[in-house]
């Protein structure tokens, strides 16, 4: 699975990013897609995801202000961002999850981060 993540950049506090990714490769058996980001000096933390059955999971930091969606017929996923906080400032990274059943656990593949940057 590749992914290839688009749209990042620098915003000033309150501004909005919308950030995409669209998945290629082998997708059979992909059942959930989203974001994760990772700030200087710590770690990677989840951001947003969407299963495939439509249940989303946000950060609490990010609720009411960040909205992930997909398009299962195109295999992409987006992250609107809005009212932007300077600690929302971090690499994101696309991330699709596929279940193993040989092993009984999930597999995860991550695309190259776009970095998103909040400051006045």
């Known amino acids: 699975v590749q992914l290839q993540a688009s749209g990042g950049g620098s915003v000033q506090p309150g501004g909005s990013l919308r950030l995409s990714c669209v998945a290629s490769g082998r997708l059979f058996g992909i059942n959930s897609m989203g974001w994760y980001r990772q700030a200087p000096g710590k770690q990677r933390e989840l951001v947003a995801t969407?299963?495939?059955?439509?249940?989303?999971t946000y950060a609490d930091s990010v609720k009411g202000r960040f909205t992930v969606s997909r398009d299962n017929a195109k295999n992409t996923v987006d992250l609107q961002m809005n009212n932007l906080k300077p600690e929302d400032t971090a690499v994101y990274y696309c991330?699709?999850?596929?279940?193993?059943?040989?092993?009984?656990?999930?597999?995860?593949?991550w695309g190259e981060g776009t970095q998103v940057t909040v400051s006045s």
């Open positions: 991330n699709s999850r596929r279940w193993n059943m040989a092993t009984m656990e999930y597999i995860y593949y």
């Open positions: 969407l299963t495939n059955g439509g249940s989303s």
